[in-house]
């Protein structure tokens, strides 16, 4: 996943935000990065990958858990 650019993009908004820069969101443009973001996730996983999930099901269960109590 092309993480950087995406971790750069949101660091620049978000300190331009607490700058005090109006920030505002181009919906067509939201709603193609939502695709784009969908399509790089879900090209991740491979059938070792789902094997890893499977393995790791119980502590996932236990932070959603958690989140779900702490929320």
Known sequence: ???PW???SMIFVSAAA?????VRRYMPLR???IIVL??????????EVLKQ???WSGA?????????VTR
């Open 60 to 68: 996932a269960l236990i932070m959603l858990g958690y989140v779900a």
């Open 18 to 22: 607490l700058m005090g820069a109006p």
């Open 31 to 33: 709603n193609v990065m």
């Open 53 to 55: 999930l499977i393995a």
């Open 38 to 47: 969908g399509i790089l996730v879900g090209s991740f996983f491979t059938a």
């Open 6 to 8: 995406m971790l750069g």
């Open 1 to 3: 996943m092309p993480l």
